[in-house]
């Protein structure tokens, strides 16, 4: 048997007639940017997320960027975040000229971990960013409070994680703006690129609305420098079939999670493996279903490959080591939980199409590994 880690084509196939016939209307409407289909998704998403606004944008990566520009972060300015995250977390702040300032991870959630946060605050601090990571969201009720306390925005970088909660408040709705992706991989996602900010601040909203179209107020008239990242059509229409289903596809996603927790807690391997956590009162939709295993990690997944079940390690290398932030003077050592998590840490195949018999042969080839 082979469980690929990923299968987009068996959630297109039940929706593939729709998709087809709603992108031959965007077609025969020839109205590709932007639009009538943006703005009903964007629409749909800001009442799912719980917030009074959504704004597309081209990607995730550009919602983080635009996120930042708004809260006017600049040259010599500090974005407090976690090292261990998608590059474009930090990238989006270096390309304003600012500082990423990182801070280690709790080691059960890979989020970032409040406890460290208000000892890296300076009076360089202009924005702090937690990164749901896989998922689940950060424990923004502590972040919330550091945020008040200093007077410091929190854009939520919640690439991963549309739909899940904490305290019974949504991702995207916690921070000052929300930064989603719709990434095909995503839980919800297009078919390319994409990407929406959320904020219940009505001029944050304007403003993230002009900066997407080069800081234009209207076409030839500018009030600021923005960039052009703007929402398309096609991908709106995609999404829109899609998101329809975004709610069962999630908790799918949180059943198959529940279903590995049990089948590894009655396997007995011959070696530690540390199954995902949710936090209390959270929603976890499970973007990702990540094990730990502090010893054996590449063997494993070397034997894991060798009998088909798809894995990937999300992130090899945390930010404050990699070559492009040299400059900023961190060193091995200085973050041991991401470190550490790097080392020891991959995703396992998770999708709401995934059988319970595919489930079992992962579980199977786990314990067929023998540890030297």
């Given at each position: 048997?082979?469980?690929?880690?990923?299968?987009?084509?068996?959630?297109?196939?039940p929706l593939r007639e729709e998709m087809l016939a709603a992108l031959g209307q965007v077609l025969d409407t020839q109205q590709f940017?932007?639009?009538?289909?943006?703005?009903?998704?964007?629409?749909?998403?800001?009442?799912?997320?719980?917030?009074r606004h959504a704004i597309g944008c081209a990607s995730g990566s550009d919602a983080?960027?635009?996120?930042l520009m708004a809260l006017?972060?600049?040259?010599?300015?500090?974005?407090i975040t976690s090292p261990f995250t998608f590059f474009a977390?930090?990238?989006?702040?270096?390309?304003?000229?600012?500082?990423?300032?990182?801070?280690?991870?709790?080691p059960l959630t890979y989020n970032i971990d409040p406890g460290r946060v208000e000892a890296a605050i300076t009076e360089r601090t202009k924005v702090i960013i937690p990164v749901h990571m896989y998922g689940q969201c950060a424990d923004m009720e502590q972040l919330s409070a550091i945020s008040e306390r200093h007077g410091l925005p929190l854009v939520e970088d919640a690439a991963q994680a549309i739909g899940a909660e904490t305290g019974g408040r949504r991702a995207g709705s916690m921070g000052h703006i929300g930064c989603l992706s719709f990434y095909p991989t995503k839980n919800l996602g297009g078919a390319?690129?994409?990407?929406?900010?959320t904020t219940s601040d009505d001029g944050l909203a304007e403003r993230l609305?002009?900066?997407?179209?080069?800081?234009?107020?209207?076409?030839?008239?500018?009030?600021?420098?923005g960039i052009n990242s703007r929402l398309d059509a096609f991908q709106a229409v995609v999404l829109r079939i899609k998101f329809r289903h975004l709610e069962d596809w999630s908790n799918a996603r949180a059943a198959k999670a529940t279903r590995y927790n049990e089948l590894f807690a009655g396997a007995n391997l011959p070696y530690e493996l540390v199954s995902p956590l949710t936090r209390p009162n959270a929603r976890h939709i499970f973007h990702q279903y990540v094990v730990r295993i502090p010893k054996h990690r590449d063997a494993l997944m070397k034997h894991l490959g060798e009998l088909g079940v798809g894995t990937k390690?999300?992130?090899?290398?945390?930010?404050?080591?990699?070559?492009?932030?040299?400059?900023?003077?961190?060193?091995?050592?200085?973050?041991?939980?991401?470190?550490?998590?790097?080392?020891?840490?991959?995703?396992l195949p998770i999708y709401p199409e995934l059988s319970d018999e595919q489930q079992e042969y992962v579980v199977e080839a786990f314990s067929s590994f023998k540890p030297k």
């Open positions: 048997m082979r469980v690929s880690l990923v299968d987009l084509k068996g959630q297109f196939a940017v932007l639009g009538a289909e943006v703005k009903a998704l964007e629409g749909e998403i800001a009442n799912y997320s719980h917030t983080l960027l635009l996120a006017d972060v600049q040259d010599g300015d500090e974005v977390t930090g990238s989006a702040i270096t390309r304003l000229g600012a500082r990423p300032t990182f801070v280690d991870i709790d390319g690129d994409g990407g929406m900010l609305r002009t900066l997407r179209v080069h800081g234009g107020a209207t076409e030839y008239l500018h009030t600021e420098v390690v999300y992130y090899p290398v945390p930010l404050h080591l990699q070559e492009c932030f040299r400059y900023l003077g961190y060193a091995e050592g200085d973050f041991p939980e991401a470190e550490r998590a790097s080392r020891e840490t991959f995703a």
